[in-house]
């Protein structure tokens, strides 16, 4: 971003104390153009009226080029030793790669495109890295920054888990990798869970005034824990509590057998789960622009910024649930329910 300087620069020097310009009279000027007195003669030259910035353009300058002193602070950071040029590259990747799946699945296709193994993994490789990368950078000695700590660490856990879910009958069908059933699954989904409420927690008892110095949060608590929890930790716990159920009180084959039914069903849930790994990396990302003040947060806690985490995720909501209840006329979401109930 180029900062924005003054428009017109005047030197004093040029001025006498009477105020008229310091330049010796001439009495006739002749034309460039023909041996014709001009009729031009001293006050020719007029001064002109100084152009001041008004008190709305200095804000604005003032403004643009705090701007662009926090954006270069922001990318000298990135790049400051090895692991951060690693880590801001793998970023940038995740964050261009999980836009254009969101954009895909969200406006352009819908939930129950064709998602590949492949893909899936590849992708949550990507989305896993990034969160561990960042952890390093995480300052655990500062007890007013535990709420954005607990927003952190847990990311590459649980995109971990999303991309493994992906890759169990929960995404493939009988043609699972890794089974949704075995107990080592099961607990490891069971830890996720749990993870997520006490984020839930930690941001409900560690924010506020007093009790964090970190520019990232509302003034209210239970705000900032409604905006964690709808836009950020629901996506995770029901898909991770539905996959419990589902592993506990729905038998292996009857599962497999459905899944295969409905391959959209399949694709559905893997689209989900990966768009989920994206936010949570873009959630860290908006967290860091914040930090670095790039963005700016609202001196107050004003309706338009509040609802915009949700209304993105009644958006998702709506699309997700439409492709649901729509595939198939109806008869995959009524298979499914018969399945669990």
């Known amino acids: ?39 031009h003669i001293e006050n020719d030259f007029f001064p002109q009226r100084l152009v001041v910035p008004s008190s709305v353009e200095k804000r604005v300058q003032k403004r643009a ?28 990747a995740s964050i261009l790669v999980g836009l254009h799946h969101m954009i895909e699945v969200v406006i352009i296709k819908s939930f129950s495109d064709v998602f590949t193994a492949r893909t899936i993994i590849w992708s949550g490789i990507l989305h896993t890295l990034v969160g561990t990368f960042g952890i390093r950078r995480l300052h655990f000695k500062n007890k007013k920054e535990s709420a954005r700590n607990a927003m952190f660490w847990p990311a590459p856990i649980q995109n971990a888990w999303l991309t493994s879910v992906s890759l169990t009958e929960w995404g493939q069908g009988s043609g ?8 080592p699954f099961a607990a490891f989904t069971t830890f996720n869970l749990m993870l997520t409420v006490w984020q839930l927690l930690e941001v409900l008892k560690k924010t506020g005034p007093s009790k ?22 629901f996506w995770m716990q029901i898909q991770m509590g539905t996959a ?44 860091t622009l914040l930090r670095y003040k790039v963005m700016s947060k609202p001196s ?5 910024v509040f609802s915009i985490p949700l209304l993105s995720s009644i958006l998702i ?9 729509l595939t198939d006329g109806g008869a995959m979401s009524a298979s499914f329910f018969s399945l669990i109930f």
């Open 317 to 325: 909501v709506w699309k997700v649930l439409s492709c649901f209840f």
């Open 176 to 183: 699972a990798f890794v089974s949704m059933w075995k107990a």
């Open 1 to 39: 971003m180029v900062s924005i300087v003054p428009l017109l620069i005047v030197p004093l020097s040029f001025i006498r104390p009477s105020g008229k310009f310091n330049f010796k009279s001439r009495s006739k000027v002749m034309s460039s153009s023909a041996n014709i007195p001009s009729r």
């Open 212 to 233: 964090t110095s970190d520019t990232i949060w509302l003034e209210d608590s239970k705000k900032n824990a409604i905006l964690v929890e709808f836009a950020y930790l």
């Open 300 to 304: 107050h806690d004003n309706a338009i």
């Open 65 to 92: 080029f705090g701007l662009n002193r926090k954006v270069q602070k922001f990318l000298k950071a990135g790049v400051k030793d090895t692991i951060r040029i690693v880590h801001s590259t793998v970023g940038l």
């Open 244 to 287: 419990l159920y589902v592993s506990r009180f729905v038998p292996l084959p009857i599962f497999s057998t459905f899944m295969d039914t409905y391959p959209e069903m399949r694709y559905l849930l893997s689209n989900l789960a990966l768009n989920t790994a994206f936010f949570n990396n873009l959630a860290i990302f908006i967290a």
